[in-house]
C-alpha cells in the first residue's frame, strides 16, 4: 500500500505543469549557476597566478632594500575550487593581503570593490539558488498536499478505505520529496559532469567529499522547507491560507531573521570602527617614528667622536645600530598593533559568534554557514587567512630588516643588489576537512532538528486532520 | 449491514449534530435518508467512516463497531461523496487503479477497469482522458465506479446525485439498484426525492440530528414524498421516529 501511495504521490507531481516549470528552471538556473562558478574560478586561478608572477617581478626589480622594504610584498589568497558551488563571501572580501614594515596586514582588492556592480545583485551561485529558488518550490510541492487533498475531497476517498492515516502521511512524504528531488538531481550531475571536464578544475578527494557533504546540507535544507510545508499543509484547511503562512515563514527565515540576527549583535556586543583601530595604530606609528628620530640622533652625537677615530669600526657599530633599532621600533609597532588587533579580533569575533548563533534560528543561515564552512569560502576561511598573513609579518619584517642594515656600503655608498631567493615565504594551510566538518556539526544538527520536529508536526496533526 | 445504536454527536462547539441516531440498512435495501443541510445526514456517513468521534452510541458496519476497529470496518464500505474532484492529471483508469489498490483490489487489468468504467456509463473515449476534464457528472460516474470496484457489502452515499442531469442520474440509479440486487447495503444521504422515490426501500427524515419520521416503500406508495417533505421540515417534531417494520 505504501508503495503505491509512493508511485501516487510521484505520478500526481510529475504530471503536473508546476513540475515542469520547477524542472526547466531548476536545469537553467543549476547549469547556468555551475557555468558561472567554473568561469569565475577559471578566472581567478589565473588572476592569481598572474599576481603571484607580477609580486616576484615587481621584488626583484626593487633597487635596493630600503625600495623593497616600501613597498612591501603583497600576499594573495588562493581561490577556492568549491566556490564553485558556493562562492561565499570570496567576491566581497579583498583577496590581497599587503605586508609591509608599517602598516598592519588587511585584505584589500575586492571582486565588488573593484567592480560594485556585482555588489548590488550579489552572486548566482548554487546555494543562492537552493537557500532561494529551490526552498520556494519545496514550498510549492507541499503547501496543498494534504489541504490540497482534502479541499479535492479524494482524502475523505482514500480514507474511506482501511488506509492507516500513519501509512498515507508517510507515502505523501516519501513520494512528493522524490518528486521534489527528481528536477534537482539531474541537472546536479549535468553540473558535477562540468566540474569533471573542465580542464582547469581538479578536484582533490577531500574535495569530493566536502562536495558531497554540501550537497548533504542542500537536501537537509530543502527537506526544512518540504517538512515544514507538510505540516502547515496538515493545520491549514484551505491551501491558500496554507500558501499564505509558508510564504511569510520562508520570508521570516530566509530574509529577516539573518538580518536582524546581525543588527542585534551589533546592537548587544558594540565594536569600535575599523577607522578607529587604523587611528590608533597611526597616532602610535607617529609616536614611534618622532622616538625613532630623536634616538637617531642621540646615538650620533654620542658616537661623533668615535667616528673621527675609526672610521671603519664606526660604520660597523652603525651598521649593527641600525639594524637592532629599527629591529627594535618595528617590534614597538607590532606589539602595539598587534595587541590592538588582537582585542579588536576578539570583540568581533565575539560578535560575529552572537550574530551567527542568533541567525541559526533560521535553516537558511544554518545553510549559509555550514556550505561556506565545507567550500572554504566562509568568514572562517579569510580570518584563517588574515591571520596567516598577520603571523607572517613578524618573520618578513625580521628578514627586511636584517636586509636593509646589510646593503649600506659606506665606502662606495652603492646599494645591494637585491636577491628574495632567501625570503621566507607565507604559507597558508587550509582548513583539514574533519576541523570543517566539526565546525559544521551545529548546522547539519540544526537542520536535522528543523525536519524531525516539522515532520513530527505533520505527522501528529495529520492523524487528528478533521478530514471533511 | 449498516447500523447506529443512539449515535450522537455534539461538536467541541456545542452544537447537537446528532442525536441518539438509531437505525439499521439490511443487506439487499436501499435506504434514503432526508433532511435539510445540516439536519446530521452527512455527520451520520462521517461517524460511519471514522472521520469523526462520536459523542456517544455506536455505528456498526458488517457487526464491526467502527470506533473499536475502523481499518476493519473500512474494509467493508465504499463511500461515494458529493463532489469528489479525484485526482485531475490522472486519467479515468489512473484514478480508478490508483483507489482500486488502496481498496485492497490489486489484481486487476486494464480491461477490468475498463468493464467498470463502461458499465457505470462512462464514455470510452473518456478511459484515458485527464479528469480535470471532466464534467460532473462523468466525476461522479468514476466515483460510483470506484466503489463498484470495491465490491464492499455496504455502500455510503453522500448526495451523489446533486447536480447529475436527468441522463446520468438514471444511470446512477440503474447501478445503485443493481448493488442492491447483489445483496449490499446502501445508504444514501439525499435531497432528490424524486430518484430516491423511485429506488428507496425505506426513507427517514432527519431534522436538528434527530431522525424524525421513517417509512417504508411500501408505505410510501399512496403518499405525496414532496408533501411528506416539505411537512417534516417544517414541522417541530417533538416526537421521536416512528418505527418502522424493518427496523
Not at chain 1, 519545496?138 to 479524494?154: M, P, Q, R, S
Not at chain 1, 534537482?184 to 578536484?203: A, F, H, K, M, Q
Not at chain 1, 548546522?443 to 495529520?462: C, N, T
Amino acid at each position: 500500500m505504501l508503495r503505491d501511495i509512493i508511485k501516487k504521490e510521484i505520478l500526481d507531481n510529475i504530471t503536473s505543469p508546476k513540475f515542469v516549470f520547477t524542472f526547466l528552471l531548476c536545469t537553467i538556473l543549476i547549469l547556468l549557476s555551475i557555468y558561472t562558478g567554473v568561469t569565475n574560478y577559471r578566472a581567478e586561478k589565473k588572476e592569481y597566478t598572474a599576481a603571484l608572477a607580477l609580486n616576484k617581478k615587481n621584488m626583484e626589480s626593487q633597487p635596493n632594500y630600503q625600495s623593497l622594504a616600501g613597498i612591501g610584498i603583497k600576499v594573495s589568497k588562493p581561490p577556492q575550487v568549491l566556490g564553485t558551488v558556493v562562492t561565499g563571501i570570496e567576491e566581497a572580501v579583498g583577496r590581497v593581503a599587503p605586508v609591509n614594515i608599517a602598516a598592519d596586514p588587511n585584505l584589500i582588492d575586492s571582486k565588488y570593490s573593484s567592480n560594485p556592480v556585482f555588489a548590488v545583485f550579489g552572486s548566482l551561485d548554487l546555494m543562492f539558488i537552493v537557500k532561494i529558488v529551490l526552498s520556494l518550490f519545496a514550498i510549492l510541492f507541499t503547501y496543498d498536499a494534504i489541504v490540497g487533498e482534502k479541499e479535492k475531497g479524494t482524502l475523505k476517498l482514500a480514507l474511506s478505505n482501511d488506509v492507516p492515516r500513519d501509512r498515507l502521511i508517510l507515502g505523501k512524504a516519501i513520494g512528493g520529496y522524490i518528486s521534489l528531488l527528481l528536477p534537482l538531481l539531474i541537472p546536479l550531475v549535468l553540473g558535477l559532469l562540468i566540474l569533471l571536464i573542465t580542464p582547469d578544475i581538479s578536484l582533490s578527494g577531500q574535495d569530493w567529499a566536502r562536495l558531497l557533504l554540501i550537497f548533504l546540507m542542500f537536501f537537509l535544507y530543502l527537506s526544512v522547507f518540504f517538512s515544514l510545508g507538510l505540516f502547515v499543509s496538515a493545520r491549514t484547511s484551505r491551501s491558500s491560507t496554507s500558501f499564505l503562512v509558508l510564504l511569510f515563514i520562508w520570508v521570516v527565515f530566509v530574509m529577516v531573521i539573518p538580518k536582524v540576527a546581525v543588527i542585534t549583535a551589533g546592537q548587544i556586543r558594540p565594536i569600535p570602527s575599523v577607522h578607529e583601530i587604523t587611528a590608533k595604530k597611526d597616532a602610535f606609528l607617529q609616536q614611534i617614528q618622532s622616538e625613532g628620530q630623536k634616538g637617531f640622533i642621540e646615538w650620533t652625537k654620542k658616537n661623533a667622536a668615535e667616528a673621527q677615530k675609526d672610521v671603519k669600526a664606526y660604520q660597523e657599530k652603525f651598521r649593527k645600530f641600525i639594524q637592532d633599532y629599527q629591529q627594535e621600533l618595528t617590534s614597538k609597532i607590532d606589539e602595539n598593533n598587534a595587541a590592538l588587533e588582537r582585542d579588536y579580533q576578539q570583540m568581533k569575533r565575539a560578535q560575529q559568534s552572537l550574530a551567527v548563533n542568533l541567525s541559526r534560528i533560521s535553516p537558511a543561515s544554518a545553510l549559509t554557514f555550514g556550505s561556506m564552512t565545507l567550500a572554504r569560502t566562509g568568514i572562517d576561511d579569510f580570518d584563517r587567512f588574515l591571520a596567516s598573513v598577520r603571523a607572517y609579518k613578524p618573520i618578513y619584517t625580521k628578514w627586511i630588516n636584517s636586509k636593509l642594515g646589510q646593503s649600506i656600503n659606506f665606502q662606495t655608498g652603492e646599494q645591494v643588489q637585491i636577491k628574495i631567493d632567501d625570503m621566507p615565504q607565507h604559507i597558508y594551510e587550509p582548513q583539514w576537512l574533519s576541523r570543517s566538518l566539526v565546525r559544521t556539526i551545529p548546522d547539519f544538527a540544526l537542520l536535522a532538528v528543523m525536519i524531525i520536529v516539522f515532520f513530527v508536526g505533520a505527522y501528529v496533526s495529520f492523524l487528528r486532520y478533521d478530514v471533511r | 449491514m449498516l447500523e447506529t445504536i443512539n449515535l450522537t454527536k455534539r461538536y467541541e462547539d456545542g452544537e447537537l449534530a446528532l442525536d441518539g441516531l438509531t437505525f439499521k440498512v439490511e443487506p439487499g435495501e436501499i435506504f434514503c435518508m432526508f433532511g435539510a443541510n445540516g439536519a446530521g445526514k452527512t455527520t451520520a456517513i462521517n461517524l460511519f467512516l471514522n472521520f469523526i468521534p462520536a459523542t456517544s452510541g455506536t455505528a456498526l458496519i458488517e457487526g464491526i463497531d467502527v470506533a473499536k476497529d475502523p481499518l476493519k470496518a473500512k474494509r467493508h464500505v465504499s463511500f461515494v461523496s458529493e463532489n469528489v474532484m479525484l485526482y485531475g492529471n490522472f486519467t479515468a483508469i489512473q484514478n480508478l487503479d490508483y483507489f482500486s489498490r488502496l481498496a485492497g483490489k490489486r489484481n486487476l487489468a486494464k480491461k477490468d477497469y475498463a468493464a467498470v468504467l463502461e458499465r457505470v456509463g462512462l464514455q470510452k473515449e473518456a478511459f484515458d482522458r485527464r479528469v480535470k476534464n471532466f464534467s460532473k457528472g462523468m466525476r461522479q460516474k468514476l466515483g460510483i465506479a470506484i466503489a463498484v470496484v470495491k465490491d464492499a457489502a455496504n455502500v455510503l452515499l453522500d448526495e451523489p446525485t446533486s447536480g447529475l442531469d436527468p441522463q446520468s442520474g438514471r444511470e446512477f440509479l440503474e447501478i445503485l439498484v443493481q448493488m442492491r440486487d447483489t445483496g449490499k447495503s446502501v445508504f444514501m444521504s439525499t435531497h432528490d426525492i424524486f430518484r430516491a422515490k423511485l429506488i428507496a426501500d425505506r426513507i427517514g427524515f432527519m431534522r436538528k440530528g434527530r431522525l424524525v419520521m421513517m417509512k417504508t416503500a411500501k408505505e410510501l406508495a399512496h403518499e405525496d414524498l414532496t408533501d411528506l417533505y416539505i411537512q417534516y421540515m417544517e414541522e417541530q417534531p417533538g416526537q421521536p421516529a416512528q418505527p418502522a417494520a424493518s427496523v
